[in-house]
C-alpha cells in the first residue's frame, strides 16, 4: 500500500515529531511511504532515516499572516499553486491512502476526496478562545475526510461542539512521546536553581513571561538562571529581538542562556531542574510538558485545557495562570522548597507518561487507523 503523508513543515517540533512517528510507523509495517514537505529542514533526513521517500514541493499553508486583507492577493496566488502542484503529485504517485498532518493544509482532503484517495486527517489545533466562525472555517475541510485523528480529549470535544458533523469522524491517540535515552536524576542541591524553557519563540508561547519570572525570583533573593531552547517562525524575528532587549532590561544578561534551535532537547532538559510551558492560549496538548515529566523533571504549565490534560496524572506537575509571571515564581519556590518530597514522585511519574505516551503502541493505532481506511488486513504487518 502506497501512503502519501502531508505536512506543513520539516523542523522537529511537536506535530514535526508525532508526523515523523506516523510515517516511521507505516514504513515499519511494510507500506511504501511518502512525504510531501514544503520546506528542506531536519524533518527530512529524520524521515528518510525511516525508509521515508520525502518530496519537496510548492505548498499552500495557511498561516495566520496571510490571512490579513493585504495578504490576499499572496494567499489566492499561493493557494492556486499549491493546489496545481498537490494534484500533480496526487497523479504522479497515486497512492492507495493519505495522512494529512494538521489544519494548516485546508485544500488536502478535499482534493483527495475528489480523488478518490482515503483520507486520514490529524490534528492538533484546539483555539477554545477563537470564534465560532473562525474555528468552523479551520475545521471545516475535516469534513471530506475519512477519518479524523485529535491529538486530544480537548481537540476532539471542540472539534465537536464546533462542527457537529465530524462527530463519528474523530477518534482520539495520544501524542507518541519518546524520553531521553538516559535519564540524569534530579540534583539533590539547587543553586542556583536551572529553570528551562524548550519550544516556539512566539508571543502564544510566551517565554518573556518565563523572563519575567527569573526577575521576580531575583528580586526575592533566590539564585536562578534560564536556559531557552528554541526559535522563531521565519516572520517573528521582531520577537526575538523583543526578548533580547527585555533580558537586557531586566538585568538579566548574566543569568539567560538563549541557545537557539536544538534537535536533540534532552542535554538541555537534563541540565535543568524546572521546566516551564507558559503559554498564554489554548494549546491543544502538551508534549513539551510530557517530556520534562519523562526526563524527570517537574514541569509548571499554564492553566489551559490541553495542558491540564497532559499532566493531569502527574504529581511533579503544577498548573498556574496563563501570562502571571508571579505565579509561576511561586510555583519554583513552592516545588524547590519541598524539593526531596517532588523528586521521590519523579521516576513513577516518568514511568506513566513513558507507558502512557509510547512510541510503539502510537505507531500500531496509527497504521491500523490508516490500513482500516483502505481495508488492509492489519495481521499482514507489524508497527514495531
Known amino acids: ?176 512521546v519518546p524520553g531521553p535515552a538516559t535519564i540524569s536524576p534530579p540534583r539533590e542541591h539547587l543553586d542556583p536553581i536551572r529553570i528551562g524553557y524548550v519550544g516556539r519563540l512566539s508571543p502564544r508561547k510566551a517565554p518573556d513571561v518565563v523572563i519575567s519570572a527569573l526577575a521576580v525570583l531575583r528580586d526575592r533573593g533566590r539564585t536562578a538562571r534560564l536556559e531557552i531552547v528554541g526559535d522563531v517562525f521565519r516572520g517573528y524575528e521582531w520577537y526575538a529581538a523583543e526578548l533580547a532587549a527585555q533580558i537586557t532590561a531586566e538585568g538579566l544578561s548574566d543569568t539567560v542562556t538563549s541557545h537557539g534551535y536544538a534537535a536533540d532537547i534532552w542535554p538541555h532538559v537534563a541540565a535543568c531542574d524546572v521546566m516551564i510551558v507558559p503559554s498564554r492560549t489554548d494549546e491543544s496538548f502538551g508534549n513539551t510538558a510530557v517530556e520534562s515529566i519523562l526526563a524527570e523533571r517537574p514541569v509548571i504549565v499554564s492553566d489551559l485545557t490541553g495542558l491540564r490534560e497532559a499532566v493531569a496524572e502527574y504529581p511533579t506537575s503544577r498548573v498556574v495562570p496563563p501570562g502571571d509571571a508571579v505565579a509561576v515564581a511561586d510555583a519554583i519556590q513552592e516545588l524547590t522548597d519541598t524539593w526531596a518530597d517532588v523528586v521521590s514522585h519523579t521516576a513513577a511519574a516518568a514511568a506513566a507518561a513513558a507507558d502512557r505516551h509510547s512510541v510503539a503502541g502510537y505507531r500500531r493505532i496509527v497504521t491500523k487507523t490508516v490500513e482500516s481506511s483502505v481495508g488492509v488486513t492489519h495481521s499482514e504487518f507489524t508497527a514495531d
Open 1 to 176: 500500500m502506497l501512503v502519501l503523508i502531508v505536512h506543513p513543515g520539516a523542523e522537529l517540533y511537536g506535530a514535526d515529531r508525532v508526523t515523523l512517528e506516523s510515517a516511521a510507523g507505516l514504513a515499519a509495517a511494510g507500506h511504501d511511504v511518502v512525504a510531501a514537505l514544503p520546506e528542506h529542514g531536519p524533518l527530512v533526513a529524520a524521515l528518510e532515516s525511516h525508509g521515508v521517500r520525502v518530496v519537496v514541493q510548492r505548498m499552500f499553508v495557511l498561516r495566520k499572516q496571510l490571512l490579513r486583507p493585504r495578504n490576499w492577493p499572496k494567499l489566492l496566488a499561493s493557494a492556486v499553486g499549491g493546489f496545481v502542484d498537490s494534484w500533480r503529485l496526487v497523479s504522479r504517485y497515486r497512492p492507495d491512502a493519505a495522512y494529512v498532518s494538521t489544519v494548516v493544509l485546508p485544500h488536502w482532503p478535499m482534493l483527495l476526496r475528489v480523488r478518490r484517495v482515503r483520507t486520514i486527517t490529524h490534528v492538533h489545533e484546539a483555539e477554545a478562545g477563537s470564534p465560532w466562525a473562525m474555528r468552523a472555517f479551520l475545521y471545516s475541510p475535516q469534513l471530506w475526510a475519512h477519518t479524523v485523528i485529535a491529538n486530544s480529549r480537548f481537540t476532539a470535544n471542540l472539534m465537536r461542539r464546533t462542527l457537529p458533523g465530524l462527530r463519528r469522524k474523530i477518534t482520539v491517540v495520544l501524542n507518541p
